[in-house]
């Protein structure tokens, strides 16, 4: 059981490069996350899902995209990458049956660099 | 203002020790408050749960305290171990229109020397 897989787990991008990561899991979940982690700022949400065909603003949604076209895959575009983008990103994915537990599970992270 | 605070910020301890890690939140209502363990270039991985009705949670080395009236968390680490050593983070489960959003603190950096 693969759990929660991020590709790429590294990129380096020039300022004004597009770019897609690919979050999936194999759990049949009904919710998926993105979220970027900053030095001293913890776990930021940038948009989230609650199910197939369904995409959300979080906190810091300025600059990304995401699509959920099928309900195990979760993407997260950056159409034209700026420097204060990079970052290492998590997605994650929870139950939506599972209100009052709700664990979230986590990928290994993607480091995003762009110069 | 962050809904979620954590303190401290960081902590050093000798390997054996016990520590004690706090949270304090103000977001509502609130469905539940996770812990979470990020080992470094790591995910983070849940450790315990709590409800609004629980007090204390245990598992393993980890137990955790919850008082709902005062919206305060705290995790002990019992006879600590180097693998303790990552961030730890406090997670609580907030209404938002009809889903439930994680809102999460900026975490407690521990390291644990031998």
Redesign the interface.
Known sequence: NAG?TQTPKFRVLKTGQSMTLLCAQDMNHE?M?W?RQDP??????IH?S?GEGTT?K?EVPDGYNVSRLKKQNFLLGLESAAPSQTSVY?C?S?QHRD??????F????SRLTVL | KNQVEQSPQSLIILEGKNCTLQCNYTVSPF??L?W?KQDT??????LT?M?FSENTKSNGRYTATLDADTKQSSLHITASQLSDSASY?C?V?VRSG?????T????TSLIVHP
């Open positions: 929660v919710y996350y979220y001293g700022m913890g776990l930021r949400l989230y609650v959300a979080g998590f994650a929870s209100i009052n537990t709700g664990e979230l986590f990928g290994e992270g | 469905s539940n996770r979470y270039g790591r995910g983070p991985v849940s749960i409800t983070i997670v489960k009809g889903s439930y959003i994680p999460f603190g900026r975490g």
